[in-house]
């Protein structure tokens, strides 16, 4: 039996056939070779789990769900697959650079202050052609930075993170939050005193398809936000933790409804 990895590589996939291979290799060929790359297929419809079982590198690991359980469920059963110090995140419809595991690892090797390590993205689109930056993940870089705008929004690309194992198995993902399932584990962590770091260069090409999750759920995005953050806050609550970010989380979550609710006003009016 062979030495652990130092890192596990979790990709969950869903009818990402179109651009899978370029995922996987993009992975398979890291300057960074000490990985084991778990990729759980989520019930594809299309020829995903053909292509995936196609491939005959050792470090790959597949994983069929046989049907659809969800993204909460498939990222679950790949933290409980993962060895390793860090877990690392994928998805079966982006690029990572070579270096991006290299560059995550040697941050965190020297950084034992730091529990999470994402990187900036650039967006591509199906045709993998660059369509700009997302502001937000550029403008904050520091960890306090990250920290201080977490009430108002996400600034971090799930797909780009490295985490330090033993934190994101016991943080875990909840099915309550299914539709910002990221963005509710960054909201806890920090919460909990883990801290959050970003390499600032853009080490992930991150792709936005027309019927993404990412694009469907910017519609009515005040309530969204609002009701994750309600969600996040009673849970806090609950689970006995009420200090000064959790509270912020609250106040925000009370700010975003109001302006939800009046974005609807306003567009009745006009519709009307």
Request: charged residues 25%.
């Amino acid at each position: 039996m062979g030495s652990l990895p130092l890192v596990s590589i979790v990709m969950p996939v869903y009818n990402t056939a179109p651009f899978l291979e370029e995922a996987v290799q993009s992975i398979l060929h890291q300057t960074f070779t000490d990985f084991k790359f778990i990729i759980i297929d989520d019930g594809s419809t299309d020829e995903s789990l053909d292509i995936l079982k196609s491939f005959r590198d050792e470090r790959i690991l597949v994983v069929s769900n046989g049907i659809n359980r969800g993204l909460v469920f498939t990222l679950h059963r790949g933290l409980n697959a993962a060895r390793g110090r860090y877990i690392a995140r994928m998805d079966g419809d982006d690029v990572s650079l070579p270096d991006r595991l290299q560059r995550q690892v040697d941050y965190m090797n020297t950084h034992p202050e730091a529990d999470l390590l994402a990187t900036c993205v650039d967006l591509i689109d199906e045709e993998g052609r660059n369509t700009g930056v997302w502001e937000d993940d550029r403008l904050h870089i520091s960890p306090e930075s990250i920290r201080s705008f977490l009430p108002v929004n996400n600034s971090l690309a799930h797909p780009s993170v490295l985490a330090r194992a033993e934190v994101i198995r016991a943080l875990g993902y909840r099915a309550e939050q299914r539709d910002a399932e990221d963005y509710d584990l960054w909201l806890r962590w920090a919460s909990a005193g883990h801290s959050l770091h970003k390499i600032p260069d853009p080490l992930v090409r991150h792709r936005i398809r027309q019927g993404s999750f990412t694009r469907l759920r910017q519609r009515n995005v005040f309530q969204k936000i609002a009701a994750t953050k309600r969600r996040f806050f009673f849970h806090e609550l609950w689970n006995g933790r009420s200090n000064a970010f959790v509270w912020k989380v609250g106040f925000m979550s009370m700010a975003d409804g109001l302006k939800g609710l009046m974005k609807m006003a306003v567009g009745k009016k006009r519709s009307g």
